[in-house]
């Protein structure tokens, strides 16, 4: 019977030495950062559905919903090294009829240290825009034509709906979609395809993380800028639709490098 007891202590302490070293470890020389977005137009907070904006071409416009996908977050230091965010969620959805896509947490452990800017990909690159990758909505939603997109073109990176008061003065909607866009032969017919995402590095993006520090950074997309430099976006010109435009995608991709920036940078307590 003594034996047993021996036996019984035993095990006892050998579990709970077990269950101790199973435990997490909290990592104390790293950080979180919370990624939050917001759509602003001159200046301020984007107003939908509101036909009270004029472009640099100086159309009269409205915004009715912004959707669109970021991808590949890059973290670069002074030295050069850089840290890719998100791990297998390389990509993520935000749009405005759905509020709780305007924040994105990412399960990265952030090393302590001063960084020295933040990149992105607007939209997502060609490898890894496969066709029906996402079978869920909202993101299934978002599919690129095939036939237009071929096999790395599998969503759209944006779709930025409104109406504008076309030369008529009349409202007319306006589809600003970008994604693949198509290289055509003289008889109209499809010959390649050509890949409209674009990595931007966002201006002012420096900061430092310290040990368990959570940073919440909002990313900011000015609405307006899609429009304006270096391309003066005349609707009137381009038209109602993106889609099979190249010409117009292309304006909209060199136009997209100003069109994001940081908001705010703040510290944010942890749990």
Not at 113 to 127: Q, R
Request: aromatic share 14%.
């Amino acid at each position: 019977m003594e034996h047993f007891k021996y036996f019984l202590i035993i095990c006892t302490g050998f579990l709970l030495s077990c269950n101790s070293d199973d435990e997490p470890k909290k990592d104390s020389t790293s950080g979180k950062i919370i990624f939050n977005f917001e759509h602003f137009a001159d200046g301020k907070v984007l107003d939908l559905d509101n036909l009270k904006y004029t472009n640099a071409a100086g159309n009269d416009y409205e915004v009715t919903e912004v959707q669109w996908f970021i991808s590949d977050l890059t973290l670069h230091k002074s030295d050069g090294s850089k840290m890719q965010l998100g791990g297998e969620d390389f990509s993520h959805y935000i749009d405005t009829n759905i509020p709780s896509t305007y924040q994105w947490e990412l399960p990265d452990e952030i090393p302590a240290g001063d960084y020295a800017s933040i990149s992105m990909v607007f939209g997502i690159k060609g490898e890894k825009n496969i066709p029906f990758y996402y079978t869920d909505s909202p993101e299934s939603n978002m599919a690129w034509p095939i036939n237009l997109g071929g096999d790395n073109g599998g969503y759209h990176y944006m779709k930025l709906n409104g109406f504008w008061m076309n030369a008529n003065s009349e409202r007319q909607p306006f589809n600003f979609h970008l994604g693949v866009g198509q290289e055509r032969d003289a008889d109209n017919k499809i010959i390649g395809f050509i890949q409209n995402w674009f990595e931007v590095e966002l201006p002012a993006s420096a900061f430092s993380i310290m040990a368990n520090e959570h940073k919440s950074i909002n990313i900011r997309m000015n609405v307006e800028k899609w429009w304006d430099q270096p391309n003066e976006y005349d609707f009137d010109y381009y038209g109602p639709m993106t889609m099979q435009n190249q010409e117009a995608m292309a304006a909209g991709v060199e136009n997209g490098q100003h069109v994001f920036t940081i908001g705010s940078v703040v510290t944010v307590p942890s749990e």
